[in-house]
Nanobody, 127 residues
Framework: QVQLVESGGGLVQAGGPLRLSCIAS????????IGWFRQAPGKEREFVAL????????YDADSVKGRFTISRDNAKNTAYLQMNSLNSEDTAVYYC????????????????????WGQGTQVTVSS
C-alpha cells in the first residue's frame, strides 16, 4: 500500500509563490508516476500536472502552464509542485496521486489512472 502525504498549503497573496510537497511511504517511489490534481469549491477535481517515474517527462494543464512546475526527488521519496504567480482561480484543495503502471497520455491526466491518493492540502489565494 502506498501512502501519500501532502504539505505546504496555506494562505498566500495573489501573485505570490507557494511550494507543495508530497511524500510517499514506499520504497518503490522511483517506480511511480505522480500527478497533482485540485478541486475548487463547487467544482470537479481537475488535473494540474504530472511527472514520470524517472522525472524526465512532465506535463502541465494549460491553466497552469508557465506558472507551475512539477518535480521530484526520488532519493527523498518526495514530489513537489512549485506554484508561482498565483491568482484567485488557483484556490483549491490540492491532491497528490500516484500510479505504478504504464498509462496512456489521456489516462494519466485523469483521476481514474491513479489508485493512490493523499488527503489533500488547502491552498487559498487572497486578492
Amino acid at each position: 500500500q502506498v501512502q501519500l502525504v501532502e504539505s505546504g498549503g496555506g494562505l498566500v497573496q495573489a501573485g505570490g509563490p507557494l511550494r507543495l510537497s508530497c511524500i510517499a511511504s514506499t520504497r518503490f517511489f522511483s517506480k511511480l508516476g505522480i500527478g497533482w490534481f485540485r478541486q475548487a469549491p463547487g467544482k470537479e477535481r481537475e488535473f494540474v500536472a504530472l511527472i514520470s517515474s524517472s522525472g524526465f517527462s512532465t506535463y502541465d494543464a494549460d491553466s497552469v502552464k508557465g506558472r507551475f512546475t512539477i518535480s521530484r526527488d526520488n532519493a527523498k521519496n518526495t514530489a513537489y509542485l512549485q506554484m508561482n504567480s498565483l491568482n484567485s482561480e488557483d484556490t483549491a484543495v490540492y491532491y497528490c496521486a500516484a500510479h505504478g503502471g504504464l498509462l496512456g497520455p489521456q489516462t494519466e491526466r485523469t483521476q481514474s489512472g491513479y489508485p493512490y491518493w493523499g488527503q489533500g492540502t488547502q491552498v487559498t489565494v487572497s486578492s
